[in-house]
Nanobody
Framework: QVQLVESGGGSVQTGGSLRLSCAAS??????????MSWYRQTSGAEREFVGF???????LYSESVEGRFFLSQGGDKNTVYFRLNNLSPEDTGMYYC?????????????????WGQGTQVTVSS
């Protein structure tokens, strides 16, 4: 029942920036709050955790991106923005947002582990 729409990927030069967006919704509800994570898949086979932001807006980052990437909530708390700064070619890959936990109907209803479709980030030298 959880839907995610990702956007904001693209191609930039080394040192450039991008802002990714992830908008979440749950069918039948308008009052949901979300714990959301971001992952990326680079040239390796495994999907790598890069960041998390709690439903009250507190972020956490992986060591590889801390200090360069920043998560924030939009005015409507169903949307999360992920600012990627000082990008390098090693950051190239598919970036995915994920709803870890959605709480709806004054926290009476709960939904877990829904993935977005991904958005491509390409950094050239």
């Amino acid at each position: 029942q959880v839907q995610l729409v990702e956007s904001g990927g693209g191609s930039v030069q080394t040192g450039g920036s991008l802002r990714l967006s992830c908008a979440a919704s749950v069918s039948g509800y308008t009052d949901c709050i979300y714990d959301m994570s971001w992952y990326r898949q680079t040239s390796g086979a495994e999907r790598e955790f890069v960041g998390f932001i709690s439903r009250d807006g507190k972020p956490l980052y992986s060591e590889s991106v801390e200090g360069r990437f920043f998560l924030s909530q939009g005015g409507d708390k169903n949307t999360v923005y992920f600012r990627l700064n000082n990008l390098s070619p090693e950051d190239t890959g598919m970036y995915y947002c994920k709803v870890d936990h959605a709480l709806c109907d004054s926290e009476r209803q709960h939904f877990y582990d829904t993935w977005g479709q991904g958005t491509q980030v390409t950094v050239s030298s």
